[in-house]
């Protein structure tokens, strides 16, 4: 890998890490049409781990909160009715199943990094669950919209805090939208136990390069009516545990290469990690940004484009 290469893939992952248009996939499709040499896992990993440290930089506080109600929710059995305790505790169950897969589809998975027609056909799966999705999402919406009365709606906003009616609460920019079982209104539907478990599978199903992990959690969240803004930031913290666990892991199986003597190995890590890192920042901000005013559709529009575009591509490569 050339530096510039390493610049574009880092930016790329950046981007496409919390656009539900498949990270994975890009980084396979790119190097595809320019005819780069496919990037090493490592490299992916890294770059994804760049993606990680962005979400932590932005929401810190909020999941230093989670950690916090957890391990005091261990020991003391009244921080157990919070609601930063059940998220967290939601957090782990969504998590079990892409580690389950990852562990034992680990070889299997690293094979299609290689294949870029199936990483089309998955693309077009990504279409498929952002559609279906934001279909299902904005029905179960409107349901609950209609049978709001005035009242509802003056007192809507206090619904945006259902853990606390504190400050600190209120200042929350992620923990705070998220409403989960047992908590505030019921005017809504909250994040249960059955909830997590499905968008955890989707975040399984998103080990494929090409599946969007954004695109898979958002949408199985919105399926069952939770709202997009809500399903978006579950999905980012959902990213951490299982992008941290791919790091480490990768880190252990590839330390002999990228602790060797290859500097340019180092160099390209440190490259892509600066890039990704600094287009993620800009991504997330973005993203939440969008999802409050606009549906997802457009990206599953992306998702089909790319897709057509890589057969194509494909084609004259291999018949013309």
């Given at each position: 890998m050339s530096i510039i290469q390493s610049i574009v893939l880092g930016i790329i992952q950046g981007i496409t890490e919390f656009f539900p248009i498949s990270s994975s996939g890009h980084l396979v499709v790119f190097p595809y049409f320019f005819n780069w040499d496919y990037p090493p896992l490592y490299f992916t990993v890294t770059v994804h781990f760049a993606t990680l440290a962005a979400v932590v930089t932005i929401f810190h506080r909020e999941i230093f909160r989670i950690i916090k109600a957890v391990i005091l929710g261990i020991f003391i059995r009244k921080?157990?009715?919070?609601?930063?305790?059940?998220?967290?505790?939601l957090l782990i169950v969504a998590t079990i199943p892409a580690a389950a897969v990852g562990y034992f589809l680990d070889e299997y998975v690293e094979?299609?990094?290689?294949?870029?027609?199936?990483?089309?056909?998955?693309?077009?799966v990504t279409a498929l669950f952002l559609w279906l999705g934001e279909l299902r999402g904005t029905y179960v919406e409107s349901r609950f919209?209609?049978?709001?009365?005035?009242?509802?709606?003056?007192?809507?906003?206090?619904?945006r805090y259902p853990f606390s009616r504190s400050k600190e609460a209120r200042r929350s920019g992620l923990v705070?939208?998220?409403g989960v079982e047992g908590s505030g209104s019921t005017k809504k539907v909250r994040f249960n136990l059955f909830i997590a478990v499905m968008t955890g599978i989707g975040q399984a199903i998103a080990i494929l390069p090409g599946v969007s992990r954004a695109?898979?959690?958002?949408?199985f969240a919105r399926f069952f009516g939770v709202k997009r803004s809500e399903a978006v930031r579950f999905s980012f913290l959902l990213s951490i545990p299982v992008i941290f666990g791919s790091f480490i892991f990768e880190l252990y199986?590839?330390?002999g290469i990228i602790f060797g003597d290859n500097l340019h190995v180092v160099r390209n890590l440190i490259t892509g990690f600066f890039f990704s890192y600094l287009a993620g920042l800009f991504a997330i901000r973005f993203i939440v940004y969008l999802t409050k005013k606009k549906n997802l559709n457009i990206f599953a529009i992306y998702c089909i484009g790319l897709a057509a575009a890589t057969i194509i591509f494909y084609i004259i490569k291999r018949f013309i």
């Open positions: 921080e157990r009715s919070s609601g930063n305790f059940r998220l967290g505790i094979s299609l990094f290689s294949k870029p027609m199936a990483v089309a056909a998955f693309l077009l919209s209609k049978g709001r009365d005035r009242r509802d709606r003056r007192n809507s906003r206090d619904d705070g939208e998220i695109g898979a959690t958002i949408s199986r590839s330390s």
